[in-house]
């Protein structure tokens, strides 16, 4: 196949785009610094030097199979998401020859779309309440652009929902890996009896090397996944408590680990407990999570985390 990567040098687009690479598939991958341009080509990766938004890298638009997009930061605003989407949609009406497949379009959302729940699991088809009383803010929008992704005409869109990414320099866990190398205490945003909080709760996750195989076989089977939103999730969620506490021993440093008041909408959604057990993946794509969970690989990834930053 011939796969375009949006945000391809990112904590989940780069490995993506080393595993398409690796299956045998001819990979671009986007990414607006020239510097991580020569790290895609350094990976056998096509680098297209561009802002995601604009149009210097549509003329590949006639030729690809897959467009993922792994966008993160402003470029996942609900204005962003809708106006590339749209651009996309009207690039492909236009550049592809008559009868050509819908191009696939594989859109990374979260799996914090689901909230809180009472402690009760989520499923791929757990259905969504954006405007529920334990719904997260920072992700309200999300299930309307996920349906117009689903619904485009034009595209064949397919929902991925990733839950919270650990591995190598950490994503969201190296948030707390970084206030803990800068202040010697471990943290965690959280507060007590705070309905839906995380203290004390569980921890639904997945490494980025097992994203990125879901993408492989979700981009291999896109034309028969059209439609479908994937939940993915290691099989089986993990206590903070013990993981908190288990970084206060790796790092050597003077306990106990501490819950900090969420200071904004962001710190509000990782202290929100969302528990996640996904089945479309495993039953439809085969695929299963294989790497150490993380607290039993927490050494690792803590030195993987220094060499990282140092």
């Not at 006639?62 to 402003?74: A, F, K, M, Q, R």
Request: charge should be negative.
């Amino acid at each position: 196949m011939k796969v375009f990567i949006l945000g391809a040098s990112g904590f989940i687009g780069l490995p993506t785009a080393q595993a398409l690479s690796r299956a045998g598939h001819v990979v671009y991958g986007q990414t607006r610094s020239p510097e991580k341009a020569k790290r895609l080509a350094a990976e056998e990766i096509h680098p297209i030097t561009c802002s995601a938004n604009s149009t210097d890298w549509h003329h590949l638009i006639p030729t690809l199979d897959v467009i993922i997009n792994t966008l993160g930061g402003e470029a996942s605003y609900p204005d962003s998401v809708r106006g590339l989407l749209n651009s996309v949609t009207e690039a492909a009406k236009t550049l592809r020859p008559p009868g050509s497949p819908k191009l696939s379009w594989i859109y990374t959302s979260g799996a914090w779309v689901h909230g809180f729940n009472g402690g009760e699991l989520n499923s791929d088809t757990t259905p969504v309440d954006p405007s529920g009383s334990h719904s997260v803010e920072l992700v309200k929008w999300y299930p309307a652009c996920e349906q117009e992704i689903i619904k485009n005409e034009f595209l064949n869109g397919i929902v991925v929902r990733p839950s919270i990414l650990y591995g190598r320099s950490g994503s969201i866990i190296g948030l707390m890996f970084d206030r803990l190398k800068k202040t010697g205490k471990v943290t965690w945003p959280g507060k007590p009896n705070s309905g839906g909080g995380l203290q004390g709760g569980r921890l639904s996750l997945i490494h980025q090397d097992d994203l990125a195989d879901f993408y492989v076989r979700a981009a291999e089977k896109a034309p028969l996944i059209g439609g479908l939103i994937f939940d993915v999730s290691n099989d089986v969620t993990e206590s903070l408590d013990c993981f908190l506490q288990r970084m206060v021993d790796i790092a050597g440093v003077q306990g106990p680990y501490e819950y900090t008041e969420p200071q904004n909408v962001f710190e509000l959604a990782i202290s929100t407990e969302v528990l996640v057990k996904p089945y479309l993946a495993r039953s439809v794509l085969g695929w299963q999570p294989k790497k150490l969970g993380l607290i039993d690989g927490l050494e690792l990834y803590w030195k993987a985390y220094l060499a990282s930053v140092e």
